[in-house]
């Protein structure tokens, strides 16, 4: 096993970040440390009893202002990581059994791979050898939620057991009884699948710490979120560094759920495309169409 560091940038919505680092502690095959920054309106340490009882080595961070945005919480946990291998997970990111381990593997032996993403129930893709774009296997959590009118138990700011187990029921139907049995399955049918670039980094990446000191980090003129991971993987593409999906770990993003409701989110994005565009290209390019065009 190989120590790592496992970042994680609140943004509130807490029942998801109490399960998020439950299945943190569950299913991490490598040992780590955990640095959080939060950036949470209620607190994050009410709920961290689990991390003090599993023995794990842990630091939050608790900004003397609000950062604004996940770019500056990022790099605070990046400039208080101790390990060489890095991880990154949103709090609304559910990770599966042993998710960490084909990740370290894979930076170990290429060491060109700058960042190196999980599959996701959420991302979207260009594949190259089919020609097509290839999106979510699984149903969209959000439409879920609407189905079984779970609308109390998503939203609800109750820090409680069942608020907890509420949600990890809602998961597990999602994936027809079994997020952790869908993962494990998913990950053996496409163990031998060709990675695939990306322009993007979605809701969670694997890096060295080395190569986000070389990159300079992210771009903290990015605020709330959105463009700031597409930021990132263009500096890294012109270092030289590739930015890949590989299909033999699986987790699952509940963004779907949660962004609405980050305030001022909507127009923070809009405001991250255009400072995006002036800084890249004058063209008026999506993540799908930035591709593209660097192929």
């Known amino acids: 096993m190989t120590k790592i560091s496992i970042i994680m940038a609140c943004k509130d919505h807490q029942v998801y970040t109490q399960l998020a680092i439950a299945r943190l ?6 040992d780590f440390e955990l640095i959080i920054a939060d950036d949470s309106v209620q607190p994050i340490d009410m709920f961290i009893t689990e991390l003090v009882e599993s023995g794990i080595d842990y630091t939050v961070l608790y900004p003397p202002t609000p950062r604004d945005g996940a770019a500056h919480a990022r790099n605070d946990c990046l400039r208080n990581s101790h390990y060489e291998y890095v991880i990154d997970v949103d709090n609304d990111v559910m990770v599966t ?3 960490d381990r084909p990740l370290i593997e894979k930076l170990e032996a290429e060491p060109d791979i700058g960042l190196l993403i999980p599959m996701q129930n959420d991302l979207y ?3 190259k050898e089919s020609q097509i774009y290839e999106g979510s296997r699984v149903l969209n959590f959000w439409d879920v939620c609407v189905r079984f009118k779970h609308f109390r138990t998503m939203m609800s700011p109750d ?10 029921h809602i998961l597990n139907e999602t994936y027809g009884g079994s997020l952790d049995n869908f993962a494990k399955s998913y990950a053996e049918r496409n163990k031998n699948r060709e990675p695939v670039h990306l322009m993007n980094t979605w809701a969670s990446w694997a890096t060295r710490l080395s190569i986000m000191k070389d990159v300079g980090g992210y771009d903290e003129n990015y605020k709330k979120a959105g463009y700031e991971d597409l930021d990132l993987a263009r500096r890294l593409n012109m270092l030289n560094y590739r930015t890949i999906i590989t299909f033999n770990s699986y987790i699952h993003h509940c963004m779907s759920t ?3 409701f980050i305030p001022g989110a909507v127009q923070a994005e809009t ?3 255009e400072y995006y565009r ?3 290209t004058s063209e008026n390019l999506n993540p799908r169409e930035e591709w593209l065009k660097q192929k």
């Open 278 to 280: 002036r800084k890249f």
């Open 159 to 168: 820090l409680t057991k069942e608020g907890v187990q509420g949600l990890e």
């Open 97 to 99: 059994p042993g998710w």
């Open 258 to 260: 949660t962004r609405p």
């Open 271 to 273: 405001n991250n495309s």
């Open 25 to 30: 502690i569950q299913n991490t095959y490598n």
């Open 125 to 127: 893709f260009f594949d």
